[in-house]
């Protein structure tokens, strides 16, 4: 595809309620990668796949979070018994091998407000 | 570990004067830097990169930074700005094994008329 896509571009959930963000990566980049972007500050990682092997969780802030990518294409991150303080954006990006030096190419981000 | 400083959350300028946007690293490897734009409800967008080639990076639209290992800063610069640059700008340090990338927590550009 032209970019990185993201669905929904806005969710709202209740608080409890298990939520599910998607990624399309840019077609043949090996790597993606999740951002939470909390208002007002700059993106934080979360976790990090080069195809379908997450090679790193570490950002995950608590096991209510789970990330996949089954195929080595999509990506789903999954937030289960949101909490409030689990509202920011979410950031998907992909570069084409995932080295340091790749450019990171950003898709626009889902805004998730929980109530 | 390796971490980011912006060192102004915020700059303001008039159209058409310099722009310097501050940004210090810490990095137990030789790092990889960028810098990233984002433009309101728009996506993050690459504007330059340093990769331990060239100390002076040029990058879109008229920005160009300089790593300075001796100082651990890479400031971004543009010698007249233009409105079109008013935007939240983020300087990124990459870890060399790979996975992850720390962003600083941002520098937001205004400029006046």
């Known amino acids: 595809g032209a970019g990185v896509s993201q669905s929904p571009r806005y969710k709202v959930a209740k608080r409890g309620q298990d939520v599910a963000l998607r990624c399309d990566p840019i077609?043949?980049?090996?790597?993606l990668f999740w951002y939470q972007q909390a208002l007002g500050q700059g993106p934080e990682f979360l976790t990090y796949f080069q195809n379908e092997a997450q090679l790193d969780k570490s950002g995950l802030p608590s096991d209510r979070f789970f990330a996949e990518r089954p195929e080595g294409s999509v990506s789903t991150l999954k937030i289960q018994r949101t909490q409030q303080e689990d509202s920011a954006v979410y950031l998907c990006?992909?570069?084409?091998?995932?080295?340091?030096?790749?450019?990171?190419?950003f898709g626009p981000g889902t805004r998730l407000t929980v109530l | 570990a390796q971490s980011v400083t912006q060192l102004d959350s915020h700059v303001s300028v008039s159209e058409g004067t310099p722009v310097l946007l501050r940004c210090n690293y810490s990095?137990?490897?030789?790092?990889?830097l960028f810098w990233y734009v984002q433009h309101p409800n728009k996506g993050l967008q690459l504007l330059l990169k340093?990769?331990?080639?060239?100390?002076l990076v040029k990058g879109i639209n008229g920005f160009e930074a300089e790593f300075k290992k001796s100082e651990t800063s890479f400031h971004l610069t543009k010698p007249s700005a233009h409105m079109s640059d008013a935007a939240e700008y983020f300087c990124v340090v990459s870890d060399p094994n790979a996975g992850k990338s720390t962003f600083g927590d941002g520098t937001t550009l205004t400029v006046k008329p």
């Open positions: 340093y990769t331990s080639a060239a100390t």
């Open positions: 077609s043949g980049h090996v790597s």
């Open positions: 990006a992909s570069s084409l091998q995932g080295q340091e030096t790749d450019t990171q190419y």
């Open positions: 990095s137990s490897y030789s790092p990889s």
